[in-house]
């Protein structure tokens, strides 16, 4: 019997109707238009929001695509790469984000008062899918501001509450990268421990800078003392690292959020980047970094867009304006132990040399071809 190929044979489609431009071009409703003339810049305004709920809804269907794959005790060398595809693709579209606010801003304050009040009580406050972002990052909650609380239980429609409760109810990218963190094989490997060779070349950089400061005759007393002060307190912070008790009671004041075990693996991954091993572990890990740095970047920028727009008046939706966008700038961040990690990074020169069994599971080994002359 003949295999039916009509699955196979494309149906002729247009291009407007393949994009659905007639609903996608007739989704721009001035409101304006309901009061006397319609404001001119009250287009632009929606044009471009809609143009971010767009760009959301790709990023959110990244972050599916990642999460499904870490929500897994294994994740393949090969679909590594395809996670850092992804991620890279939601950083070139941070860019483009972050240039939209480049085009809001051909409006001036004055245009946007053309039509601003009849905004109320409409507001970005109300992106859902912005929020599904925050969510599946890793942002709980219970990490929010006040406010930002208040608009899970007052803003929301119970369709809406239901559908976010649902999703911060499942694993987000941050545990899923802490549970994959904390698998890496590599910082025990037979009788080597790699983390008393790490404290060795610790104390001996420490010691080095002490000695320094202790001996330089260009520093002033007041300013030795000063030093002198802050090598120990960074004596101490190494302490806390290398110490497990110590770093998870830094963890429950809320000073590192992953878990001992993982924070040192991306540690170790980030000290030895150059090995073949740890170079997409490493691509993954400032990924998410920049990831996190390019949304705390927009919404600084977008903050300054609204102080600008607004000067000190309340948003659209209730509330402090640019205040509280400030607010959520620093406290919406999510993998802030990646921006930690820098403070105990040693000089390559510094770094305990790797047992060559180890180097060897690190990289790629060839033996010489029979061929060879």
């Given at each position: 019997?003949?295999?039916?190929?009509?699955?196979?044979?494309?149906?002729?489609?247009?291009?407007?109707?393949?994009?659905?431009?007639?609903?996608?071009?007739?989704?721009?409703?001035?409101?304006?238009?309901?009061?006397?003339?319609?404001?001119?810049?009250?287009l632009l305004f929606i044009i471009t929001h809609q143009a971010y709920e767009l760009w959301?809804?790709?990023?959110?269907?990244?972050?599916?695509?990642?999460?499904?794959?870490?929500?897994?005790?294994?994740?393949?060398?090969?679909?590594?790469?395809?996670?850092?595809?992804?991620?890279?693709?939601?950083?070139?579209?941070?860019?483009?984000?972050?240039?939209?606010?480049?085009?809001?801003?051909?409006?001036?304050?004055?245009?946007?008062?053309?039509?601003?009040?009849?905004?109320?009580?409409?507001?970005?406050?109300?992106?859902?899918?912005?929020?599904?972002?925050?969510?599946?990052?890793?942002?709980?909650?219970?990490?929010?501001?006040?406010?930002?609380?208040?608009?899970?239980?007052?803003?929301?429609?119970?369709?809406?509450?239901?559908?976010?409760?649902?999703?911060?109810?499942?694993?987000?990218?941050?545990?899923?990268?802490?549970?994959?963190?904390?698998?890496?094989?590599?910082?025990?490997?037979?009788?080597?421990?790699?983390?008393?060779?790490?404290?060795?070349?610790?104390?001996?950089?420490?010691?080095?800078?002490?000695?320094?400061?202790?001996?330089?005759?260009?520093?002033?007393?007041?300013?030795?003392?000063?030093?002198?002060?802050?090598?120990?307190?960074?004596r101490i912070r190494f302490e806390s690292l290398l110490d497990e008790g110590k770093y998870?009671?830094?963890?429950?004041?809320?000073?590192?959020?992953?878990?001992?075990?993982?924070?040192?693996?991306?540690?170790?991954?980030?000290?030895?980047?150059?090995?073949?091993?740890?170079?997409?572990?490493?691509?993954?890990?400032?990924?998410?970094?920049?990831?996190?740095?390019?949304?705390?970047?927009?919404?600084?920028?977008?903050?300054?867009?609204?102080?600008?727009?607004?000067?000190?008046?309340?948003?659209?939706?209730?509330?402090?304006?640019?205040?509280?966008?400030?607010?959520?700038?620093?406290?919406?961040?999510?993998?802030?132990?990646?921006?930690?990690?820098?403070?105990?990074?040693?000089?390559?020169?510094?770094?305990?040399e790797l047992p060559s069994e180890l180097k060897q599971a690190l990289g790629f080994h060839?033996?010489?071809?029979?061929?060879?002359?």
């Amino acid at each position: 019997m003949a295999k039916d190929d009509s699955k196979r044979i494309p149906r002729p489609i247009q291009y407007s109707d393949y994009l659905k431009l007639d609903e996608l071009l007739s989704a721009q409703q001035l409101e304006s238009k309901h009061y006397g003339p319609p404001a001119h810049d009250e287009l632009l305004f929606i044009i471009t929001h809609q143009a971010y709920e767009l760009w959301f809804k790709q990023i959110v269907f990244e972050l599916e695509s990642v999460i499904d794959i870490f929500d897994n005790q294994t994740v393949e060398d090969l679909e590594m790469g395809q996670i850092i595809g992804w991620l890279s693709r939601i950083t070139v579209i941070q860019r483009v984000l972050l240039q939209q606010i480049d085009v809001i801003e051909t409006m001036t304050p004055l245009d946007f008062l053309d039509f601003r009040d009849l905004l109320v009580p409409a507001s970005g406050f109300q992106s859902i899918q912005f929020k599904k972002i925050e969510i599946m990052m890793g942002i709980r909650r219970s990490m929010r501001t006040d406010a930002d609380r208040d608009f899970f239980r007052s803003r929301l429609s119970e369709r809406e509450r239901i559908s976010l409760d649902e999703l911060e109810a499942k694993p987000n990218l941050l545990e899923l990268t802490d549970a994959w963190l904390a698998r890496m094989p590599f910082l025990k490997f037979g009788s080597y421990h790699f983390w008393d060779e790490y404290e060795g070349a610790v104390e001996t950089m420490l010691e080095s800078d002490q000695r320094i400061i202790e001996s330089n005759p260009a520093i002033s007393e007041e300013n030795r003392v000063w030093q002198l002060a802050a090598t120990e307190a960074t004596r101490i912070r190494f302490e806390s690292l290398l110490d497990e008790g110590k770093y998870e009671a830094l963890r429950s004041a809320g000073e590192f959020r992953l878990s001992h075990q993982a924070f040192l693996a991306a540690l170790f991954i980030n000290l030895y980047r150059d090995e073949p091993m740890m170079y997409l572990p490493y691509r993954y890990l400032t990924l998410l970094l920049e990831i996190d740095q390019q949304f705390t970047n927009w919404r600084s920028r977008h903050a300054l867009m609204v102080q600008r727009m607004l000067g000190r008046k309340i948003g659209t939706g209730g509330s402090s304006g640019a205040d509280y966008l400030n607010q959520t700038t620093e406290r919406n961040r999510v993998f802030l132990d990646l921006f930690a990690l820098s403070t105990f990074l040693l000089p390559r020169s510094s770094l305990p040399e790797l047992p060559s069994e180890l180097k060897q599971a690190l990289g790629f080994h060839f033996s010489k071809s029979a061929h060879t002359k």
